[in-house]
């Protein structure tokens, strides 16, 4: 059994860093000693991590971004039942690269392509191209396999170009919170809403500061805690003087980016998480099921898939100050409320979203291939 050869896996994608919900779940596949124990991994990272001058970047991007496309039709010329798994890119340039990457991989006929999409702005892209290149998309995508997505309401992204597309959900290692570190019962008299996410408009980061704010004036003892990268350090500024102005410094606060035991302590500390998203590619936050994990009743808008994720643990908002400050009032003037909401999503959480399953539901697509003609899976929406 220990001689039997293993199948080439040839693994396309980002991997941290910089710390992305994409680069996240890639590592977390990456890293599965199941995935290894079964196949010879080909990794080829099209993160840009090594890239320290913008001014180089696309030459440096390109010179070593062609040595993976060499190298991905040499692996597919020898190994005759080679799988492509390849994180396709939302923008144009990496759009075409990555096809690229698709018909190297089908030099042969029996090589396989898996095509992961990890977001909702594929066929905004391909609506954004004409002509040749247009065709050139849709006919190499035509020879995926298999597309994967977030949710089935990210489906239309592959533009009924791939025949299966299955849906595999994000997930978080369990020993990131585990269950008895939850105290659902903690007793405290000023309530703590997180959000953690890049700080950038389009988050809703701004008219979650207005909604607190506006709470905090009417009598509800809050605080707010940030925690993610600034994108536009004028849009903070601005922001920070309207904190500043009334007077919320030492209720409003920004933490900047944190990672393991840190991020942690503020999912712990939380009594609700509030991300009220309006980025119109939205697809399946991370943060969105780590703050399920810890137990969280979330506050979110309806992007994405981020619907169907809190349908049972949080309330749906539209991303406007109204709508946040109603959502958290209710949550916070309803303690057996958001105590339920709370045990509902890390329920939820333990059902669907654990790192085990989302690595599980990969490997197990892989494995079909060992078919000629791959069975469709439980999860498979065409």
Not at 91 to 107: E, S, W
Not at 122 to 150: C, H, M, P, Q, W
């Amino acid at each position: 059994m220990g001689n039997v050869k293993k199948k080439t896996l040839i693994f396309v994608g980002p991997l941290p860093p910089p710390i992305l919900g994409e680069s996240i779940a890639l590592q977390s596949l990456y890293e599965a000693e199941k995935l290894h124990e079964i196949f010879d991994v080909k990794k080829m990272n099209l993160s840009r991590k090594d890239f320290e001058n913008p001014g180089g970047l696309a030459m440096d991007k390109l010179f070593f971004d062609s040595i993976k496309l060499a190298y991905t039709a040499f692996l597919s010329v020898f190994n005759k039942n080679a799988i492509l798994y390849i994180s396709i890119s939302q923008t144009k340039m990496g759009l075409i690269r990555d096809c690229l990457f698709i018909r190297f991989a089908k030099v042969s006929n029996r090589n396989r392509v898996v095509a992961h999409l990890h977001g909702n702005n594929l066929g905004g892209t391909i609506d954004a191209t004409s002509g040749r290149l247009r065709k050139f998309i849709e006919n190499t995508l035509k020879k995926v396999d298999v597309g994967i997505v977030l949710g089935g309401k990210l489906a239309p992204n592959f533009k009924n170009l791939v025949k299966r597309i299955e849906v595999v959900s994000n997930g978080i290692p369990e020993h990131f919170i585990r269950k008895n570190e939850i105290n659902f019962n903690r007793k405290k008299e000023r309530l703590s809403i997180l959000y953690l996410s890049n700080l950038m408009a389009e988050k809703g980061y701004v008219e979650l500061i207005h909604a607190v704010v506006g709470l905090i004036k009417e009598g509800l003892d809050l605080e707010l805690n940030l925690v993610g990268a600034i994108q536009s350090e004028n849009e903070f500024q601005e922001v920070k003087r309207f904190i500043d102005k009334n007077g919320m410094a030492d209720r409003i606060i920004y933490h900047g980016t944190k990672r393991g035991e840190e991020k942690k302590r503020f999912f712990l500390e939380a009594d609700m998480m509030a991300l009220p998203t309006k980025y119109k590619v939205e697809g399946q936050p991370m943060s969105i099921i780590e703050g399920m994990a810890a137990g969280l009743p979330i506050i979110s808008s309806d992007r994405g898939i981020i619907a169907e994720l809190i349908e049972d643990c949080g309330i749906l908002v539209e991303p406007a100050v109204a709508d946040i400050k109603q959502a958290i009032r209710r949550l916070a003037v309803n303690e057996d409320e958001r105590k339920l909401l709370g045990k509902i999503s890390r329920e939820i959480y333990e059902e669907y979203y654990t790192e085990d399953k989302y690595t599980d539901s990969l490997i197990a697509i892989f494995n079909e291939f060992d078919n000629q003609e791959a069975p469709i899976s439980v999860n498979s929406l065409g």
